[in-house]
């Protein structure tokens, strides 16, 4: 299938020999003797380079919304590349395609969020968030209000502030993370904090506890809260409802800004263009990366309110904050394509209505499988949490076993999810078809029955 040949052998020599690979075990990579080599993909499948296709059921990494192998964005960079492939927008200059995207973005949030700021990556976006709240805040004459409230088990990034931000503890422990000023509350996960409670009444307790936290830091020095709509790297949790609508309520209440963090939700994950649309709430600033630019090029996105920008109109000083790319033109111009299929092809309708509740529908069939404690989807992403015992949610052993075995189960069957400790995690490209969709759930039904067996033995642990 691979259009180059590769030589798999020696690709896998260099990649221990010279490459580190990101979030990744140095000492697994050396013990396996390589990564696995992706040489090609279309639609939603991706080739390695001994020529295995696998159904990619997390578009990449949470990204490839519009699937893969869409040559017209290739002939878009290539024209932009010619015509202009960079300027910076450091000195009074910007280019078309930045400018054009940032009208473009403002246009799909409407409201307030009329102003973009260009980055990246997602982590970036989460440092432009950090360093713009707290210099709004002293604009405002109030630079005590510095604390930025986040959950635990969050993901906002992997830079110094966007896992400060974040609420991984296992990231904190290095680097002496996270940075002063940054508090974390419980998150509204229901499946496992919140068992056998009412679902709405977790979701209220676990957004009180924003504002047991506002308080007891005291609201004039909190500048924001900031949350990903449905969490995605913690384990694809979806809160209730009522939790978003009564998180607003808390900060409307206390001035708190609300910052959006839809670096996976954005661009019609849940079935609408964002998260905070599906849960009606209004946040003051929102990061966006990934299905930006489907991943076809990295660029990432702050949408930031008016009155925030008058503020920072109210004074001659630069906001001394910016990267040699942000608003890079051929990522802007391959972006703002991306954006045009996805209108053209209707396909953040096609999750809300079509492609959405078929997953919805064959992932769902799963919960009656002796492993499996709940399934979870909104739009196009999902979870399946594995348990040891049915009816609760009781993990095998000392929990993170089950999932990695399951996981493999799936790569080697050729589909590929991700495994968080117990949770299999699911988020596939827009234009995945139903009887991909199908194959999928079969596929993980398959894995599903073989790690029965293999986890047996630590059931009863
Ligand atoms: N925020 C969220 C919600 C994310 O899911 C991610 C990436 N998974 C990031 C931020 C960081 O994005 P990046 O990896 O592009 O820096």
């Known amino acids: 299938m691979n259009r180059r040949n590769y030589n798999v052998s020696e690709l896998r020599r260099l990649d221990v020999a010279h490459h580190l690979p990101a979030q990744s075990s140095y000492r697994l990579q050396q013990q396996m003797g390589g990564s696995r080599i992706i040489t090609r993909a279309e639609g939603s499948t991706v080739w390695d380079a001994e020529g295995n296709a696998i159904l990619d059921g997390m578009a990449g990494l949470w990204c490839v919304d519009i699937g893969y192998g869409r040559a017209e964005l290739a002939d878009v960079a290539r024209e932009q590349m010619l015509e202009l492939p960079y300027y910076n927008s450091f000195f009074r ?5 930045a400018v054009e995207l940032a009208a473009k973005l403002a246009s799909l949030h409407g409201g307030a969020l009329q102003h973009i700021f260009f980055n990246t990556s997602g982590s970036e976006s989460n440092d432009t968030v ?15 209000r510095s604390i930025i409230i986040s959950r635990h088990n969050a993901y906002h990034g992997s830079t110094v502030a966007g896992a400060s931000l974040g609420g991984m503890s296992f990231m904190h422990v290095q680097g002496g993370l996270p940075i002063p000023g940054i508090e974390h509350i419980m998150q509204p996960y229901h499946f496992g904090d919140g068992f056998g409670e009412d679902p709405e009444e977790f979701a209220l307790r676990a957004a009180d506890a924003l504002e047991e936290r506002i308080l007891a830091i005291g609201a004039d020095k909190v500048a924001a809260f900031i949350g990903e709509p449905v969490q995605g790297a913690g384990g694809v949790i979806i809160p209730h409802r009522a939790y978003w609508q009564r998180i607003e309520a808390i ?3 206390y001035g708190v800004l609300i910052v959006s963090d839809e670096v996976i939700c954005g661009f019609g994950r849940l079935g609408r263009w964002f998260g905070y649309q599906h849960f009606g709430f209004t946040p003051d600033i929102v990061s966006m990366a990934k299905g930006l630019s489907s991943g076809y090029l990295p660029i990432s996105a702050t949408a930031v309110s008016h009155e925030i920008v008058e503020t920072l109109r109210a004074t001659d000083d630069d906001f001394v904050h910016g990267y040699t790319y942000s608003g ?7 972006a ?24 919805a529908e064959a992932i769902g069939a799963l919960a009656d499988h002796p492993l499996v404690g709940e399934v979870r989807t909104l739009g196009l992403i999902g979870a399946i949490e594995l ?19 399951v ?55």
């Not at 703002?336 to 997953?359: C, K, Q, S, T």
């Open 407 to 461: 996981r493999d189960a799936c790569i080697a069957r050729g589909l590929m999810v991700r495994a968080i400790r117990d949770t299999i995690v699911m988020c596939p490209p827009f234009v995945i078809t139903h009887e991909e969709i199908d194959r999928m759930a079969a596929i993980i039904r398959a894995a599903l029955d073989e790690a029965v067996g293999t986890l047996a033995h630590l059931a009863g642990l």
């Open 93 to 97: 200059t910007a280019t078309a395609p």
């Open 328 to 334: 890079h033109p051929v990522a802007a111009a391959v």
């Open 130 to 144: 950090l360093r713009l709240v707290r210099y709004y805040w002293a604009l405002k004459g109030q630079p005590e």
């Open 251 to 253: 900060c409307r209440k």
């Open 336 to 359: 703002l394509r991306n954006i045009e299929i996805m209108e053209r092809e209707a396909l953040v309708d096609r999750v809300a209505d079509d492609a959405g509740p078929h997953f």
């Open 387 to 405: 348990v040891a015992e049915k009816g609760t949610n009781r993990r095998h052993g000392k929990g993170g076993a089950a999932g990695p075995v």
